[in-house]
């Protein structure tokens, strides 16, 4: 077959798959970001301003309130779930009945929707029937059941509860299998070398875990960057603005002050922040030496 009619056949069959991330991803960005130089509202109608979105959004102090609420979530939750995710695998990671059965039960909560697994928190969170705050009084840890959603720092640590127990199994799966594939026979030598276990976890199996370090933490800081579904359902924002997240604060500008335009500049400038975090993230932790 002659490369150009190879050519031709594979950009036929590349040709579905092309049209779906077109659809689906290429034609949907290009008009968030038309729409995000208008002023349209979700009710119809709206012109072409400009970039007066953009001018607005860096005016915005709601906006950098719950840009910065989202950026200290993301830095309290991500090391909790790389490093609880880790050691789940480090406890799991052979392939024993009793560790398989371990391991699907930690892994179970991932696959339930966020939206129950937030609400089944809410309650159990709840001030007057939730059992972790009955726990608390009977233990004689608190004096009385304390009101978990009255306050952003307690809200925010009971939302990271929450997504810990729902997220940190996916963690620990991807680690598992980092661990899982590295050649038993250079763990073996080590151990006739004499290193003790915790000297083969930080000088094999961390190095050589790196690129499953690095997707963990990337899925961990883009999910926290994006949360929405767990505060919309456990603090609802409150109080008054203070559990806003930056993907909050969008919703609340398109769909209930129906400022469509506005929340799209919003949208792209928080895509535009997770994406220079990311590439930033990408860099610092390639090798030293690779092109």
């Not at 919003?266 to 895509?271: E, G, P, R, Y």
Request: glycine share 8%; proline share 4%.
């Amino acid at each position: 077959m002659k490369p150009a009619r190879a050519g031709l056949v594979g950009l036929l069959y590349a040709t579905p798959a092309l049209l779906f991330v077109f659809a689906l991803t290429i034609y949907p960005l290009c008009q968030l970001v038309y729409t995000s130089m208008t002023n349209r509202s979700l009710l119809g109608g709206g012109r072409f301003i400009g970039l007066e979105n953009y001018v607005r959004a860096f005016n915005d102090s709601t906006f950098w309130t719950s840009l910065l609420f989202t950026l200290k979530y993301t830095v309290f939750i991500t090391p909790i779930l790389m490093i609880g995710g880790f050691l789940l695998a480090l406890l799991t990671w052979q392939n024993l009945r009793l560790r398989q059965l371990t391991r699907g039960v930690i892994f179970l909560p991932w696959v339930i929707g966020l939206g129950t697994s937030s609400l089944l928190w809410y309650w159990l969170f709840d001030q007057r029937v939730g059992p972790i705050n009955q726990l608390l009084v009977d233990l004689h840890i608190v004096p009385e059941s304390p009101a978990w959603f009255t306050d952003a720092n307690s809200g925010m640590w009971a939302v990271i509860v929450s997504i810990t127990w729902k997220v940190i199994g996916f963690g620990m799966i991807l680690f598992v299998a980092a661990i899982q594939s590295i050649d038993g026979e250079i763990t073996e030598a080590a151990m006739i070398d004499g290193a003790s276990y915790w000297q083969r976890v930080r000088r094999i199996i961390l190095p050589l875990s790196t690129r499953s370090i690095l997707l963990t933490t990337l899925i961990s800081v883009v999910g926290s960057m994006v949360a929405f579904d767990q505060f919309y359902i456990m603090t609802a924002g409150g109080p008054r603005t203070d559990t806003f997240t930056s993907v909050y604060w969008m919703y609340q500008n398109s769909f209930i002050y129906f400022k469509l335009g506005y929340g799209s500049a919003l949208a792209i400038i928080l895509t535009l922040i997770i994406f220079a975090g990311a590439a930033t993230q990408v860099i610092l932790s390639r090798p030293r030496g690779t092109a």
